[in-house]
Structure formats: C-alpha cells, structure tokens
C-alpha cells in the first residue's frame, strides 16, 4: 500500500471542511469535481459553494501537476506540493457602469484577500429575449506551492472564503 500523496491530503481537508460548513447551514454546496487529466497526468479538484441569498458564488481549485505527483511518488521532489485557486463569481448589478463595478468589487476583494494577485474578468451574456447580463468572475492566485505543512493555512484560506461570499 502507498501513501496518499499530498494533493490527496489536501483534498480531504478541504472537502471534509466544507462538507461540514454545509451541514452547520453556513455555506451549500453547489458543485463538487474532482478530475484527472491523462493528457497532462495532472489531478484537479474543485468545490463551488453559496450562501442563501448571497450574489457571489466562490470556488476553490486544488491542482497537482505531473511533476509534483510523479516526483512525490518516485521521491525525487523533497517538498511536492499543490496549486490554490479561487474564484468568485457574481452578476453585475450595473451593466451601464461596469467599470466603476468592477474596480468597486476588487477594491472590496482586496481588503480580503491583501498581498494577492486578483484579476477580474467579465462575460456579457447575449439574447434576445433576456435583459443584458454581465456575469464577473475573480481570480485569487495564490503565487506559490501549497505543502500539508500548509494545511492550517488552507483552513484558514477558506474561512476568508466564506467571508468574501457572505
């Protein structure tokens, strides 16, 4: 039997503390993934949660690559780690004023989320028979490899998740 390698831990943590959000009645989640890309040999897993009658939506992103997995497994790496994303997600309530709303949202981001790297993206929806629709999804990169030694912080990351959502 092997041990489970690092991003296995990490998901676990992550998945069961969220799990645990949802049954406190804190958060719900809405979407859970956990995929590998057999192109690339890497693992990605993913949980998007909400709260009622929150307009943001939040996601995080746990990644490992080929490098970090075979070099954990054959023991060639000393420190294999994973990759955080998150992602927030909310319709904007200004289209004719979508400048001033996005720099308002990652100005509001930033006061979470200091020292990090956030980039704002919008996607206008087309049809006809719906009113104009601007969905604004934000990147929070975290610029460095997340070890288990990290866990805490891990937990900690998502309790400012659910913080930006609220």
């Not at 804190?26 to 956990?34: A, F, L, S, T």
Request: proline share 1%; with cysteine.
């Amino acid at each position: 039997m092997f041990d489970p390698t690092v991003f296995d831990n990490l998901k676990v943590v992550i998945e069961g503390d969220l799990y645990d959000l949802d049954l406190d009645g804190v958060v719900k989640i809405v979407e859970r993934k956990d995929m590998v890309d057999l192109a690339a040999m890497s693992r990605t897993f993913s949980m998007k949660i909400a709260v009622n009658n929150a307009e943001i939506m939040g996601e995080i992103i746990l990644s490992s690559d080929a490098e970090n997995l075979s070099g954990e497994i054959l023991k060639h790496i000393e420190a294999p780690g994973c990759t955080v994303k998150l992602v927030f997600i909310k319709n904007a309530s200004e289209v004719s004023n979508l400048h001033q709303e996005v720099k308002n949202w990652k100005n509001s981001l930033s006061e979470i989320w200091t020292e990090r790297n956030i980039t704002i993206f919008s996607t206008k929806k087309h049809a006809e028979e719906e009113k104009e629709n601007v969905e604004l999804k934000a990147e929070v990169i975290f610029d460095r490899l997340i070890l288990e030694e990290n866990i805490d912080d891990l937990r900690d990351m998502l309790s400012f998740m659910v913080e930006t959502i609220i």
